[in-house]
């Protein structure tokens, strides 16, 4: 292992680029905000599993209170996993670096620049995109995640999750909302809020991709709610969007003001034969309601080394580092994080099929 083949880039360099880079497009850190844990493994907060709001007694003065019970609690753990995506400059590659320096004469000429930003940028983002697609594919799965060698390169079936919720909290629709002239896209919501209720949880978020999302719009009923009487009248009424039907729902009875939470965002995977698969990470036909909108965290430990030869930058819970091999030449980035997100409502939310299939 010896020190990077890029002239003039230390930690310092490395370092800015790492805190340039655009996070964006990505949606976990909103609904999954970073927090550091002092141990390498994870552990989801406690939540009750019974009434919350209990009442007071009334008591005489000399008498002693009686005593209630101590709420039941449940949650989840396990270690942190790696995360961790690599690419590098082989001896051709560097041969084209080395011949640009020569003509370039100065070391920080843009296209030499990119010769090694390039990769800095892509492990980065790898691995924000790795906790992406562990996010939403978890909570649009009802708390389980297998790693298999179609999601991951690598069989790392010790990390497999599985929250064991309750499956009373695993409901379908009557009608599949691809049923557009007849699917009761509204009462959906009502019956979610019902079944939210019998464990002790106030729903006021949904969450759903955006293909699910174009299906719940392009239904009869949501369109003739969004619609104003004139458009009802006239027979013109239009698909809605997100912020006219968020406007709709919070209008409707019944329904404590919820707000639907579209996840739009697209996981580009290479498997061990290098071949790429791209797709939204939470599942279709799929809508998640939450008591609350930041649905848990993302855990993380920073693991310390003072490995020769290796410069290293570090943004919240991602490391980067860039080293050269002599044999065969070549110059390596590493992105790594050892980090998961923590789905905290899981035993608090209602998970529901709409295309009116049973888990």
């Known amino acids: 292992m010896n020190t990077t083949l890029i002239q003039g880039l230390n930690e310092k360099i490395l370092q800015a680029k790492v805190n340039a880079i655009?996070?964006?497009p990505f949606q976990f850190p909103t609904y999954?905000?970073?927090?550091?844990?002092?141990?390498f493994n994870w552990k989801t907060l406690t939540n009750q599993k019974f009434g919350h709001n209990v009442a007071a007694d009334i008591a005489a003065d000399n008498a002693s209170v009686g005593r209630k019970r101590r709420p039941i609690f449940q949650s989840a753990s396990g270690d942190l996993p790696r995360l961790a995506i690599s690419r590098e400059m082989r001896r051709s590659e560097i041969k084209d670096y080395q011949v640009a320096l020569a003509l370039a004469g100065d070391i920080y000429a843009r296209e030499l620049v990119q010769y090694w930003a390039d990769d800095v940028e892509y492990c980065f983002t790898g691995v924000q995109a790795e906790l992406e697609y562990i996010a939403w594919a978890l909570l649009s799965n009802g708390g389980k995640l297998s790693f298999t060698p179609t999601n991951n390169a690598y069989m790392a079936t010790e990390f497999d999750l599985d929250y064991d919720v309750d499956p009373a909290q695993l409901i379908k629709n009557s009608t599949s909302w691809a049923t557009a002239a007849s699917a009761d896209a509204i009462g959906d919501f009502r019956k979610a809020i019902e079944e939210g209720?019998?464990?002790?949880?106030?729903?006021r978020h949904a969450f759903m991709s955006?293909?699910?999302f174009y299906k719940y719009v392009s239904t009869a009923q949501i369109i003739k709610a969004c619609a104003s009487y004139l458009d009802n009248a006239t027979g013109i009424a239009q698909t809605p969007d997100i912020t006219a039907v968020n406007a709709m729902l919070?209008?409707?009875?019944?329904l404590n003001g919820i707000q639907i939470h579209v996840i739009d965002i697209d996981v580009t995977r290479e498997l061990s034969d290098g071949t790429q698969t791209m797709g939204n990470p939470f599942a279709d036909n799929v809508v998640v309601f939450s008591e609350v909108p930041v649905l848990g965290s993302t855990q993380y430990g920073l693991l310390k080394d003072s490995a020769q030869n290796v410069i290293r930058a570090e943004r919240a819970h991602t490391v980067v580092k860039k080293y050269s091999e002599p044999e065969p030449l070549k110059e390596i980035t590493i992105g790594e994080a050892d980090a998961l997100p923590v789905l905290d409502t899981a035993y608090k939310n209602i998970y529901m099929n709409v295309a009116a299939t049973s888990w």
Request: aromatic share 8%; glycine share 0%.
């Open 22 to 24: 655009d996070v964006r």
């Open 32 to 39: 999954f905000p970073l927090r550091q844990v002092n141990a």
């Open 197 to 203: 209720k019998k464990i002790n949880s106030s729903i």
């Open 210 to 212: 955006l293909s699910t």
């Open 250 to 254: 919070k209008k409707q009875a019944w």
